[in-house]
Every structure is written in structure tokens, then in C-alpha cells.
């Protein structure tokens, strides 16, 4: 999977059966961890500085919400480039599942560039000051295992809903002509200096309404 879509392949953690059990309406319970996270490895967390951490969440984020469901965002470049209009095109979308006892999620994601459903498994293991740690699992058996797990960190970003939605639409990334990749590959952090230059223009004008 590319490394510039695979942070919200990350996201999609999720979690093993029995999933969320329901409380005595028959309802299932606020999944836990909503909001507007953009999720990294802990490598390539560590790996960036802190003015670079810092423009994470204007590449990418998720909007987590309290019913489970998700969808995931990646600001288009081609939009960006010339015309310097911020445009978040959707990456995927998808449902997750939270067991509080054994603190585990499962999700199902769909990219929008891509036809086929995936899930993926993951583990919260603790929350600090940087944000939720979480091991995730490309497999079932591997997570029964708790084997070749991926470490990630996931960040709360720090605008709201209600920032964050003029720059949002309903337009899906496609897929590329050379098939398997999306044809918009968004503005990464920390792989070329004027990518950088460009998340810091993002940020100030997002904070500047």
C-alpha cells in the first residue's frame, strides 16, 4: 500500500469479535475516540520536527464520529497548485467497531480510488500528551497473534468541524490511469521542502477564518 495513503489505512483500526456489546436498550454505546485525528507511524512521527508535527493534520485527517463511521480527507494538489485554492478531496470512508474490554477496534474502509472493501485491526494501547497510541494489524490472524504490528500514534488535530468545512467536499480521489494509486497524491509533510512551504500556507489561512 503507498506510504501516502497508508495513514488512513492506519486509522481504520479495528477491533475482534465480539465487537461493542449494546447496554440494556439494545443500543450499541458512542464509540469512543471521536473527533478529527490525523494518525502517523511512531517512526514517522519521531522522524519529523516539531514544526513539521505541527502541519500534520492540514495534509490529512479523519473525522472520527461517535457512531462508528469515518471519513477520511487529503488536501488535493492539484487543486493547490497554482491557483492556491484548498480543496480536502475524500480518501475513503468506512465504520469502526470499539470493545472496551480487551481495547480493541475493528473498521472496514473503502478508498475512494480503489473498488474493494478492507479491514484492518488495531489496539489502543495508552494516551498521552502526543496523542493515542495504537498498534494496528493488517490481518485478523496477526492480530490474534499480536504479531508484525505497525506502531502508530494517532493526533488530535486542532481545528473543529465547523473550521475545517468550507475546505471540504464530496468529490472522491479517483484512481490513477496507472491503476492501484490515486491520481491526486495530496501534500505530505516532511518529503519535499516546498510540500512544507505549502502545509504552512494551508494552516495560516485555515486559522486565519
Not at 65 to 80: E, F, I, L, M
Not at 113 to 125: C, K
Request: aromatic share 12%; hydrophobic share 35%; with cysteine.
Amino acid at each position: 500500500m503507498n506510504f501516502r495513503v497508508a495513514v488512513f489505512a492506519s486509522i481504520v483500526c479495528v477491533a475482534i469479535l465480539p465487537l461493542r456489546s449494546k447496554n440494556a436498550l439494545g443500543q450499541q454505546p458512542p464509540y469512543p475516540y471521536a473527533g478529527i485525528f490525523h494518525e502517523r507511524t511512531t517512526d514517522g512521527y519521531l522522524s519529523l520536527t516539531d514544526k513539521q508535527r505541527a502541519l500534520l493534520c492540514y495534509s490529512r485527517f479523519f473525522i472520527q464520529r461517535p457512531d462508528g463511521t469515518y471519513t477520511a480527507y487529503s488536501v488535493s494538489q492539484d487543486s493547490y497548485f497554482p491557483a492556491k485554492k484548498i480543496v480536502y478531496l475524500i480518501d475513503g470512508e468506512g465504520r469502526c467497531e470499539f470493545d472496551a474490554d480487551s481495547k480493541t477496534e475493528r473498521c472496514k474502509i473503502t478508498y475512494s480510488w480503489l473498488s474493494n472493501a478492507s479491514d484492518s485491526f488495531g489496539r489502543i494501547e495508552n494516551a498521552d500528551i502526543v496523542g493515542i497510541r495504537v498498534k494496528n494489524y493488517t490481518s485478523l490472524d496477526n492480530f490474534l497473534a499480536n504479531k508484525q504490528a505497525n506502531e502508530a500514534i494517532r493526533i488530535k488535530c486542532p481545528f473543529t468541524e465547523k473550521a475545517i468545512q468550507p475546505y471540504l467536499t464530496q468529490t472522491r480521489i479517483k484512481e490513477s490511469a496507472s491503476k492501484g494509486y490515486p491520481d491526486d497524491w495530496g501534500i505530505d509533510v516532511g518529503s519535499r521542502d516546498w510540500e512544507d512551504e505549502a502545509l504552512k500556507e494551508i494552516e495560516a489561512i485555515i486559522n486565519s477564518h
